[in-house]
């Protein structure tokens, strides 16, 4: 992702509809890194949509193909990390994850992201009758395990993109993972 081998690897982690794609893309800006997204290499990969390739193939499949595309990731050097809501799932993600970078928790109610997501069509696993029930369910199934992962947990609350980018700054800056900007 990155060349400088100082460089950290920020990893993002969360719900569906966290905003780790939005915020981790300002993110790296903001820090001269580079950017992935992991749904969007699985995507490249199966060359399809993940919405497709569950439909097609069922959830054990693709986290199969997410298990291989977060260890090569993981081991791509620096940059930051978006990744999937379900990555934390498999203990050998969670581990990898942590191992190699430092993992930031997006935290954000389930009710926040159903706000956000209540006209997604492409994420599978909300495209059921009561989308808001199934993220309740996905939060106290997940919230211990992004914590466990995490180093550091945001509340994501009310604060803009930009102003959680600059609370995730000064995180990184107070821990010495990044140089305290002047
Ligand atoms: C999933 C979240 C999605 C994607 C897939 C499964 C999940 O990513 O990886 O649909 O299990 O929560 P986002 O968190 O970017 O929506």
Redesign the pocket.
Known sequence: MSARSADPLIVLI?????G??TVGRQLARRLGLGFA???HV?EQRLGCS??DY?EREGEAA?RDV?ESVIQELSQAGSGVL??????V?RPVNRQRLRQAGHAIYLRSTPEEVFRRLRHDR????LQVDDPLARLRS?FEERDPLYRETAHFVIETGRPSVPTLVNMILMQLELAGVIPARP
Request: net charge neutral; charged share 20%.
């Open positions: 969360g719900l569906p509809g966290c780790k794609s997204d992991s749904d699985i993940i919405r569950f693709f997410e978006a990744t999937g809501g379900g990555v799932l492409n994420r599978p696993l996905l």
